[in-house]
């Protein structure tokens, strides 16, 4: 694995800002990748990737979502977003943002039969109790749902994965992905898919 880091701009610290600015960031994405060829042709030279957005990140990634843009696994870890952002009825509950939803994202893998959108959360996340109590539950805190909650459309490539086992009890709970079971978890899922293209 050969991690490519992707910082997005924010105004600082400010919780608030930071949710404005990683809308923007999302959308400023989107509009380079369909204006300008030469980022996609970029993108385009790297024959397997995978994705990974941890907190406020996944917003962006959400904001970002175009199809034209395609990676093998897609890693949503500690994810500050809707709790219910892939399930079936979501776009009928939510007219801000409704297009950027769990299906957008999931739009972006590259071979549906062998890509997945994996969704690491922990109950344990304490950073995430202040974002759900300003707007609502956190797929973060979560999970992606239960299979009857989920639409059909995302229903086989959406695994939630609980990391509460391995989030000390003693920490915020948030920041665990470059910790060691987690380097392993996407290291595992890029393999198998190494695997079925070998």
Request: proline share 3%; hydrophobic share 35%; net charge neutral.
């Amino acid at each position: 694995l050969k991690p490519i880091p992707v910082i997005w701009p924010s105004h600082g610290y400010d919780y608030f800002d930071q949710r404005d600015d990683s809308v923007e960031a999302g959308k400023a994405f989107q509009k380079i990748v369909e204006e300008f060829e030469n980022i996609k042709d970029t993108i385009k030279r790297f024959p397997a990737k995978s994705v990974m957005a941890h907190s406020m990140g996944n917003r962006v990634l959400r904001f970002a979502a175009i199809a034209k843009v395609k990676f093998d696994n897609i890693f949503m870890v500690a994810a500050d977003v809707p709790y219910d952002l892939f399930h079936a009825d979501y776009k009928e509950r939510n007219k801000k943002g409704a297009e950027a939803n769990g299906v957008a994202i999931c739009n972006m893998l590259s071979n549906k039969k062998k890509g997945k959108v994996y969704v690491l959360y922990s109950e344990r996340d304490l950073a995430l109790i202040g974002s759900a109590i300003i707007k609502e539950a956190r797929l973060g805190k979560t999970g992606a749902g239960t299979e009857e909650e989920l639409d059909d459309k995302v229903k086989d490539l959406v695994v939630s994965y609980d990391c509460k086992d391995f989030v000390s009890r003693f920490s915020i709970g948030h920041n665990y992905q470059f910790e060691e079971f987690a380097c392993k978890y996407y290291e595992d899922k890029y393999k198998s898919i190494d695997d079925a293209n070998s």
